[in-house]
């Protein structure tokens, strides 16, 4: 059975950081895809960033490039999300996720095989 586990949210002042983590425990499939999804207040879920198997190919959201940086550890099981110059936009609870089917296939958010419990990250003065 395949369970996800972030860590790493909280209350930031605009304009700091966040460091947001999920780590994997059993088999999410041959050359999985990991990421980041999430869901404001009477919001639909959103897309954040996904990063492939292979630790190099990733994939970043309008709203977030260039201000947030995943990356993937060598044993494939741990996803990070470095989320700098954060603005009250950003609040949300994000999702770490996981899927066997593909790259594209992480955008439909509705089907991912695997999806954590989420953890509140909120940016406010």
């Not at 959201?61 to 947030?68: E, N, Q, T, W």
């Amino acid at each position: 059975q395949v369970k996800l586990v972030e860590s790493g949210g909280g209350l930031v002042q605009p304009g700091n950081s966040l460091r947001l983590s999920c780590t994997a425990s059993g088999d999410t499939g041959p050359r999985s895809v990991m990421g980041w999804f999430r869901q404001g207040p009477g919001n639909e879920r959103e897309f954040v960033a996904a990063i492939a198997w292979n630790t190099v190919t990733t994939s970043y959201s309008a709203a977030v490039k260039g201000r947030f940086t995943i990356s993937r550890d060598n044993a494939k099981t741990t996803i990070t999300l470095q989320m700098n110059r954060l603005q009250p936009e950003d609040t949300a609870i994000y999702y770490c996720a996981a899927t066997a089917r593909g790259f594209p296939a992480f955008k439909d958010l509705e089907a991912l095989e695997y999806v954590g419990q989420g953890t509140q990250v909120t940016v406010s003065s």
